[in-house]
């Protein structure tokens, strides 16, 4: 059934895209018209599911993003498009037709790579050039197809020879080579290279809507590039008369090879240049292809490499694809100067992708999915690990019992696939990740006991599960009822239906392991019933390989790994007919250090598409993510060593807030006590709490001077951790300031549940109703409060709208939305960041907090460990500044750091570990 309604919704989707009637009853009419001649057995229900389906499709959007060129920039592709067959593209997007992309996606496709295209130097154009550009997109947002469009188009324009770097693991190149056979060579390559083969190559993707031209690939889905294969295929490039492609893996070994074999077969020696165009596309561009040792003025290897391979051309075109604004291109200079010396620096181009709005990311999951009071709509907190599956554990960790929010996370894997099967998806994949160890042996056990629970699970289902409700007293059964209840009653209401379906679930699920020692997961062997998988890795799961039908995932991993955070977010994608379905399992501080990069990376594209009107340059937005707050902590991590380090960072158009106190009595009451001055300060000054604008949330007072603002930051005594609310550098920003832009700030004092009279408290001379937080019960330990509510914020949600004019509020958000994929019918959650590019004054926020245990976790605090009175912390939202280039400086000790962020996963023990 659910491959006849897959293939009813093929037809009925390249119906529309012939026709075009795309209204309601149109798409009805079309669907029931196939049904009643082709696919009697489908119902109407069924038609009713698959028609909402296709409306939701259609009503996908995705921007157009934003560029900041170079000053030098010329285009040349509007003149020269008339000359242009754009056969390689048309052939493409009939596959992206037929695999059913949103219609306003596929056309916003078009132009985006229209507009990269016309950024790389012209194929036609003689003289000598090389061009160096990024695109910064989104964790599985599409970026491989966003690449594949740009080389059908490159292709086209006369580009010869097209490498793809594809990450540092075998999978992840395999699986990027079959992506580039579907979407641009249209032959199956693992097929042709197999030699034993008497059968005709096989056509796939574009191949089958045209077979003329095929690109030459001198590698495949079973090898990387071999100089012996590609010698005995090929003369020179220049002798072909289609392009040329390469999928190559980031290694040392490969890059040699291919550099060596480009010499000495196409450039008629080793000084000479390939006269060919060349487009370089470096996939995962942050991720080993940076220089890396800049102290000791060597470059790293592969970065050499690359620039040597770039080098070997007369006209080549550099574009790196990363998921992240935060890129180490951008970081690790050591000094601002030196972020153009960078050979690989993207000096002609930077382009930022927008998500389509169906995009499943980390806004939609880490911010607006978790509200400020009650559950996340899509997250799970690990709290029971500890003792069975630490974060840190050993090499030879015995993992004998697994934790029960791992079993639970399974329980919804196959609840979960069992409502799919149930709305027609069977004939899709699904699979559910976890992610728990580092190393290659530790997943190997894990594999074994999900096996086992599967197994289990299995047994009770075939003996139990056909009885109905009399089957229910099964425990096993009664636990995936119990999951279903928590997790999915109101996604699919009806148990018994479940129930029945679920021994279809479990006789075709399967746990597979994928790491450098094995890798089970093969999508190719689904039939037309798609796969139902577990899939159990470490670090090749969190670099580019794409995980199909992903429903339910299990991370556990070191959650202060700031610069490889979101490449971990194997989570995000697309979940069409199954968003809803979708749960994450992780540890309470993960998500608040998730809710922090999504925040700081959306802010990254709001401030790219503001410079691209402002006519910025590529080295503009380089010094701008290096200043971004968020950028210490990317620094911290890439930076390690011994010794200090010194890190220039902007406060304007910034937010930061002490989230990390120190949780010794003396400290608190010297923070009560600045606390306790400061209203008493107020107060003198005629600013009083009977005085001030009292609102949902606190009072407000409005033209403080700046002088009351200081002298609190003076007194209040910082956590040595807590690296982005050093009062040192804010002070400096300030007195920088202090006599224009920061003279006069806004007060905001927060005072919450005041009707609760039992919660007031006047320890600071007003009379405030304190808020609550939690906080982390691993820092505790080391006598640290740190907040860990669901997005590990003192701050609640739109507090910087707090100040601000009706007007004022109204016009950031009017321009938030004119650069946004949102419908007028969308509900929009507004981020803070954008009221601070309205704001006139600084806004300074006092807190009372009252901390306690995260929900779960009570047990873990001795009693008399947390505070009994609430404890005092700030926060400051600064305006845009007319002078943002002058930055403040923060002094990192690195043998602190390390202790606070851990090393990297690969430093020990190198040959243990996942992908070595």
Known sequence: MGNQIGTLDNMVSQGLAEDGKRTPEGIRELITALRDALFKFVTDEQVELLARDIEERIGVSMGLGAIVDDADFKPWLNDAKSTIKPYYWDRYKKLLVSNKLPPDVITGTDEVTDRILGRLGNPQDPASWYRRGMVVGHVQSGKTANYTGLICKAADAGYRLIVVIAGIHNNLRNQTQARIDEGFIGRDTGRLAMVATRNKPKKIGVGLYDDRGVP?????????????????????????????????????????????????????????????????????????????????????????????????????????????????????????????????????????????????????????????????????????????????????????????????????????????????????????????????????????RLHEALETITNAVRVYGSLGADGLREPEISALHDVWEQEYAESWPEWASIQNGLLDTLAAAKVVEVNSR??????????????????????????????????????????????????????????????????????????????????????????????????????????????????????????????????????????????KLTNRDEVLDRNRMAARNFLGSLDQRGFTQETAEHGKGGYLLRDVPVEIIDDLLLKFQNDRDSIRTDTRPIRQYIEARAEDELSSWDVFVISVKENDTERLDNSLGWILGPADRSVGTEELKHSVLAISGSRSRVASRGIEKIGLSANMACTAEADFLAKSNFGAEDKVNFPDGIYRSVRHRPLFLLYLLKVRAPKGEEDKIEPGVLPDEPVVAWGISFPRSARPDERVEYIMNTTKLREMFGDDDDDEDEGTYDDE
């Open 518 to 659: 094995n890798n089970g997961l093969d999508y190719d062997e689904a039939g037309e019933r798609g796969l139902t998988v577990i899939i159990v890795g470490g670090f090749s799961l969190s670099r580019g390989l794409t995980l199909e039908g992903l429903t339910v995932s299990y991370f556990l991993r070191n959650s202060l790994m700031y610069d490889t955070l979101m490449q971990m977010g194997r989570w995000f994608g697309y979940r069409g007919g199954y968003e809803d379905l979708c749960r994450i399992w992780m540890p309470y501080q993960a998500v608040g250090w998730y809710s922090h990069i999504a925040e700081a990376t959306n802010e990254l594209h709001e401030e790219l598409k503001r410079m691209e009107r402002a006519k910025a340059t590529p080295e503009m937005f380089g010094l701008a993510v290096r200043s971004h707050p968020s950028a210490l902590l990317v620094t911290a991590r890439n930076k390690m060593g011994s010794g200090e380090k010194h890190v220039r960072i902007g406060l304007s158009n910034g937010f930061v807030e002490t989230t």
């Open 216 to 448: 030459v690939s001198l590698t495949n889905t079973i090898k990387d590039f071999n100089k012996a294969t590609a010698t005995s295929n090929t003369s020179q490039i220049a002798s072909y008369s289609v392009p040329v492609v390469l999928v190559i893996k980031k290694n040392t070994h490969t890059l040699k090879n291919l550099i060596e074999w480009l010499r000495e077969y196409s450039a008629g020696g080793a000084a000479q240049m390939i006269d060919q165009p060349m487009l370089l596309i470096d996939d995962e561009a942050d991720n080993a292809s940076i220089n890396v040792k800049y102290g000791k003025d060597e470059v790293s290897k592969i970065n050499s490499q690359i620039r040597d391979l770039l080098s070997v051309f007369r006209r080549s075109c550099y574009v790196g694809y990363t998921a992240t604004p935060f890129a180490n291109i951008f970081i690790d200079p050591d000094q601002d100067d030196d972020l153009l010396k960078e050979d690989l620096f993207p000096r002609n181009f930077i382009i930022g992708l927008d998500a389509p709005k169906n995009y499943f990311g980390p806004t939609k999951v880490f911010l607006d999915g978790i509200p400020e009071e009650g559950e996340p709509t899509f997250l799970r907190y690990i709290t029971d690990n500890e003792d069975v599956l630490p974060i840190k554990h050993r090499i030879d960790l015995q993992v004998d019992v697994l934790p029960v929010s791992m079993v639970q996370a399974l329980r919804a894997f196959i609840v979960a696939r069992t409502i799919r099967n149930l709305r027609g998806q069977s004939h899709q994949n699904a699979s559910m990740l976890v992610n728990s160890s580092r190393f290659t042996g530790v997943q190997g056990i894990i594999r074994n």
